[in-house]
Nanobody, 123 residues
Framework: QLQLVESGGGLVQPGGSLRLSCAAS????????IGWFRRAPGKEREGVSC???????TNYDSVKGRFTISRDNAKNMVYLQMSNLKPEDTAVYYC?????????????????WGQGTQVTVSS
């Protein structure tokens, strides 16, 4: 069964850092483009960052310069390193996968989704 599982969320103070992980089972991430999305309370799900099957990266405007996406195909994992966190980064974070070379910030682009991990930025 194809599955994505996020982990690494939690409570962090403003200016702090977290690393989220996305673990795949039932398929090899090497053939997939992976996106990170988030949904803040009362808002639509939005794209955060994306790493292409071939390794290229897209970071969307709200997190440029603060978040870094990476992948470890040998471990079948994708990571989202988040730095200089702000209260407005508070959200449930999701990873998503599509067997394709392109990134998109459109949620309908992706075929598989994890259940999400909560990130709360608060003092």
């Amino acid at each position: 069964q194809l599955q994505l599982v996020e982990s690494g969320g939690g409570l962090v103070q403003p200016g702090g850092s977290l690393r989220l992980s996305c673990a795949a089972s039932g398929f090899s991430l090497v053939d997939y483009t992976i996106g990170w999305f988030r949904r803040a309370p009362g808002k639509e799900r939005e794209g955060v960052s994306c790493i292409r099957r071939a390794g290229g990266i897209t970071n969307y405007d709200s997190v440029k310069g603060r978040f870094t996406i990476s992948r470890d195909n040998a471990k079948n994992m994708v990571y989202l390193q988040m730095s200089n966190l702000k209260p407005e980064d508070t959200a449930v974070y999701y990873c998503a996968a599509r067997q394709n070379y392109a990134c998109s910030d459109n949620t309908r682009w992706y075929d598989y989704w994890g259940q999400g991990t909560q990130v709360t930025v608060s003092s």
